[in-house]
């Protein structure tokens, strides 16, 4: 009666963990977002599944976690595998863990090779503070809004983008963060092809327009203390927007972006509360 997050290479089978090959054997339940990519899985790490196998990926999860909601219920043990890496960080899992969870029922994880980790550890960019941000949003508008809101980020941070939206986000990086803005591309970590780019951020537009392939993990400088210092009002309003798309109420936004861009409380308030052009 377990839900077990089972975290699967980002690259090489032989990364995968010893306790990842005994759960896939053992488990009443293999919930995979793609059930070919299991089977490879499987075959590379020679195990054998005695349980069921089910989908679960973005277009049925919704409809698939009552079902697995029963299995536990009933005393099985789920185990949730994606793609590559950990379930629920930009892949398959999140809706699945927090009914669990809501449920009383028990969670646990195998943990295993992580991108975000990775590559923040190859960047050559500070490790003391980092943010994971994810995928941006596809459309350019939506995209820029964002990456304005991360202009006065303090920490490291680090997204997943898709190869043929590499360059276009790499250019609307330089845009919204600056140029200069160090950062490193790393595409097929752990793989055969594996390849880091270090560099400023234009550096790296001009590389990127030639094709990417690839899985692709961004990591970008945080923000230096002048820039985080010298935001006018409009910046300073998207940076409350920001945080309130994120899920916090306005005073709780305009206290995370005094603490983060060291700006006076009066002058986050006022830029909050100005209309929109």
Not at 8 to 30: Q, Y
Request: glycine share 8%.
């Amino acid at each position: 009666m377990t839900l077990v997050l089972a975290a699967t290479p980002i690259g090489r089978a032989a990364d995968a963990p010893a306790r990842l090959a005994a759960e896939l054997a053992t488990a009443d339940v293999v919930a995979a977002e793609d059930t070919r990519r299991l089977r490879r899985l499987c075959s590379d790490l020679q195990v054998s599944i005695g349980g069921r196998v089910v989908s679960y990926f973005d277009g049925n999860e919704r409809a698939r976690v009552p079902e697995l909601l029963d299995a536990l219920r009933v005393g099985d043990r789920v185990v949730l595998v994606t793609d590559a890496g950990m379930p629920s960080v930009s892949d398959p899992g999140y809706r699945l863990v927090v009914a669990a969870a809501e449920a009383g029922l028990p969670v646990t994880a195998v943990p295993g090779p992580s991108a975000v980790i990775t590559a923040l550890a190859v960047s050559a960019l500070p490790v003391d503070r980092f943010c994971f941000e994810g995928f941006l949003p596809r459309k350019a508008g939506e995209r820029r809004r964002r990456l304005d809101g991360l202009a006065a980020e303090p920490r490291t941070m680090v997204f997943f983008e898709a190869p043929h939206r590499t360059a276009a986000t790499l250019r609307s990086m330089a845009d919204a963060l600056g140029a200069d803005r160090r950062a490193a591309v790393c595409r097929e970590l752990t793989k055969t092809h594996e390849e880091i780019r270090r560099g400023p951020l234009a550096e790296l537009v001009g590389w990127a327009d030639s094709g990417v392939r690839g899985e692709v993990t961004v990591v970008v400088a945080g923000a230096p203390a002048l820039a985080r210092s010298d935001l006018d009002a409009a910046a300073l309003r998207n940076l409350v927007a920001e945080r309130e798309d994120d899920g916090l109420t306005r005073r709780d936004a305009i206290a995370a972006v005094v603490s983060a861009t060291g700006a006076s409380k009066r002058v986050v308030y006022d830029a909050a509360h100005q209309p929109w052009p």
